[in-house]
């Protein structure tokens, strides 16, 4: 079993920055992915972001160019720095750690995130 801990969610105006952070509470893929899915009232969750233990990532066409996924093996941590958000940023912010040989989707969830951009 493994659990996902979000942090760094909050209410930030349209243009600002914020920083999520999920730490794994144990790391039971050698070779895995973890990344950042969002979910807005009335719509589907949907990938933001993810990225393999050997650094390749992925990026919604939505959130390229502001959007930064990182990670750190030694700690299990996957972040996602946020930057130039719009209100359609909104969402719960979920973490997912899953095998590379998962279909994205599958795996371990965190808790979710709350990220609010007013206009």
């Not at 801990?5 to 893929?29: H, T, Y």
């Not at 979910?39 to 972001?49: C, I, T």
């Not at 393999?52 to 066409?61: D, E, F, K, P, R």
């Not at 959007?67 to 940023?89: C, G, H, W």
């Amino acid at each position: 079993q493994v659990q996902l801990v979000e942090s760094g969610g909050g209410l930030v105006q349209a243009g600002g920055s914020l920083r999520l952070s999920c730490v794994a509470s144990r790391n039971i893929f050698s070779i895995n992915v973890m990344g950042w899915y969002r979910q807005a009232p009335g719509n589907e969750r949907e990938l933001v972001a993810d990225i393999t233990s050997g650094g390749g990532s992925t990026y919604a066409g939505s959130v390229k160019g502001r959007f930064t996924i990182s990670r750190d093996n030694a700690k299990n941590t996957v972040y996602l720095q946020m930057n130039s958000l719009k209100p359609e940023d909104t969402a719960v912010y979920y973490c997912n750690l899953r095998r590379v040989s998962d279909l994205p989707g599958r795996g371990y969830w965190g808790q979710g995130t709350q990220v609010t951009v007013s206009s």
